[in-house]
Every structure is written in C-alpha cells, then in structure tokens.
C-alpha cells in the first residue's frame, strides 16, 4: 500500500496563513508512493533549498530560480517524476481520494519559498526547505 500525498503550489498572500489550507492553488500533483515527511518531503525541501522565484530570466539559465510559479510547480513535476506511473497532475473534477498526506508550496516572486504539511486537516509542518530537512531528514 501507498503512502498517497498531494503536492499544491499555492501563491503566498497578503493574510493567508502558511499553517492554513489555502482556497486557492496553481496546481495539485498527486504522489502515489512514499508520500511521508521523511520521504516526499525531504525530497522536495532537497530540490527547493536555495532556489528563489523571480520575475523574468536573464542570460543565466542555470542560475538556482524559477521563472514565477508555473515554472516551479513544472519542475517539480520534473524533479519527481521518473517513470511511468506515480506522479500525476490531479484532475481538481476528481480529486484522489485517501491522502495521508498534503503539501503545500507556497511563493511569490522575490520572497523566500515555504511548505506546509498536513496530515488530514492537522498541519504538522511550517517552516523553509532548511527547516524541512533539519525536522524529516537523517
């Protein structure tokens, strides 16, 4: 069995709270397998750690930013998936059913990126990628 999780990009918001589900959203990516804090989560807050959202790319395309949150969420997406199976873009008609855990990813241009985890409607995380690792990580 499954640890299911979802993974939502939600953008950060003048009076919306990191530790609250957000009504709003980019997208949601579903993760069937190993969807655990120490797992999923360590695994994002790897890919995140010091990357920023900017507004516009200049000539350095390997530069550690996302080009806004659509190119964040896509590389994620990317990051994660590895073969077919696993990792899905959810449909927001049907939403999968049975999730252990939610993440949310919150950005904006020029602000440090946060996550949050929730098991059920309990939030069980807030805090940057570095405080992700220092909490689920080895």
Same mark, same amino acid.
């Given at each position: 069995?499954? *640890?299911? &999780? *979802?993974?939502?990009? &939600?953008?950060?918001? +003048?009076?919306?709270? $990191? ?13 069937? $397998? ?8 360590? *695994? %994002? &807050? /790897?890919? @995140? ?7 516009? @790319? ?7 930013? $996302? /080009?806004? @949150?659509? #190119? ?5 997406? &990317?990051? @994660?998936?590895? +073969?077919?199976? /696993?990792?899905?873009? =959810?449909?927001?008609? #049907? ?6 855990? =939610? ?14 985890? $929730?098991?059920?409607?309990? #939030? ?7 405080? %992700? ?6």
């Amino acid at each position: 069995m499954g *640890t299911r &999780a *979802t993974i939502k990009i &939600a953008k950060r918001e +003048e009076g919306v709270s $990191f530790s609250e589900k957000p009504e709003k959203y980019m997208v949601s990516i579903y993760h069937h $397998f190993d969807g655990y804090p120490e797992y999923l989560g360590v *695994t %994002l &807050a /790897n890919y @995140l750690e010091d990357k920023k959202i900017v507004n516009g @790319l200049g000539g350095d395309r390997d530069a550690p930013v $996302f /080009n806004g @949150l659509g #190119c964040m969420a896509a590389s994620i997406i &990317a990051e @994660l998936k590895e +073969e077919a199976g /696993n990792v899905y873009i =959810e449909d927001p008609e #049907c939403p999968s059913g049975w999730i252990d855990y =939610e993440y949310y990813i919150w950005g904006d241009y020029n602000k440090d990126i946060w996550i949050s985890i $929730f098991d059920g409607n309990e #939030c069980i995380f807030v805090g940057k990628p570095k405080q %992700l690792q220092n909490k689920y990580g080895d």
